[in-house]
């Protein structure tokens, strides 16, 4: 009995070792060399050591690390950690406001991480990001575009019906590589759109069930970029939502007001 509890207490402690070594410590040099335009995606936690919710991430993320690793979905994934202590100057490079801050990176590309910081959270977002950023709806579009706005509060931005020439499609193509882990995207052609995007054809409109839709109006000035940047920030989320820690900084803005309801289930 005595001999079996020493082996499962030796054999946990070497998973945990294991587990630990697959979350890589990185320094200004290292992150300059290894992370920085990397075609790896690169998943990094920034942290202080004295930070309780640091401490309460470090073992998901080991354990996260280790069980994709051998998996599909680890393919040229590679997790870090920067301790912000000893290397501040990193961490307000990449605007660092408070712990943990987990952020993404890939040729050159960067996004922060949004969702719960949990096991699905953290697969949740390498699957976002090894996905296509738009979703094509294709042959049988209504039933693609159906299945998307399934989940409680979704938000689906859909462009109908635009040309690949149209300056639109490249906008909205650009803008959903940026948003990808905020906000769905997703893209109809033809002459038979999906029901809900048939009156907005050449536009990008926003669908989420139970409510109106929302369509982009392009700006008469040429300001397409911003324009679109702003509208999808402004619209990702549904007007009655359900907030948690992790999207309610994402609601509050300059532009839009919040209403709360506490309820007492």
Request: with cysteine.
């Amino acid at each position: 009995m005595l001999v079996a509890l020493r082996r499962a207490l030796l054999a946990a402690i070497l998973a945990a070792v294991v587990a630990a070594e697959e979350v890589q410590t990185l320094t200004d040099a290292s992150f300059q060399s290894s992370v920085q335009g990397s075609p790896s995606l690169w998943l990094v936690k920034f942290y202080a050591p004295w930070c309780g919710h640091c401490k309460k991430l470090a073992p998901v993320l080991e354990k996260f690390a280790a069980d994709i690793k051998p998996t599909e979905l680890g393919e040229g994934v590679r997790v870090g950690k920067v301790d912000c202590t000893e290397h501040s100057s990193l961490c307000d490079g990449q605007g660092v406001k408070g712990y943990p801050t987990v952020l993404l990176f890939r040729d050159g590309a960067r996004w922060e991480m949004k969702a719960p910081r949990t096991a699905d959270g953290l697969r949740e977002t390498i699957r976002k990001l090894k996905s296509a950023p738009v979703t094509q709806l294709g042959e049988g579009g209504q039933a693609a575009l159906d299945k998307l706005l399934e989940p409680d509060g979704a938000v689906v931005f859909a462009l109908a019906g635009a040309g690949a020439a149209d300056p639109l499609a490249a906008e909205f193509e650009a803008a959903a590589a940026e948003l990808q882990l905020v906000s769905t995207f997703a893209a109809a052609a033809g002459p038979d759109l999906p029901s809900q995007l048939a009156p907005h054809r050449g536009s990008v409109v926003k669908l989420s069930r139970g409510e109106p839709s929302a369509v982009f109006a392009p700006p008469s000035d040429g300001a397409l970029p911003a324009a679109l940047r702003a509208w999808l920030e402004a619209e990702r989320f549904p007007a009655l939502s359900v907030v948690e820690r992790h999207n309610f900084f994402g609601m509050l803005s300059k532009d839009i007001s919040l209403a709360l309801a506490v309820v007492d289930p």
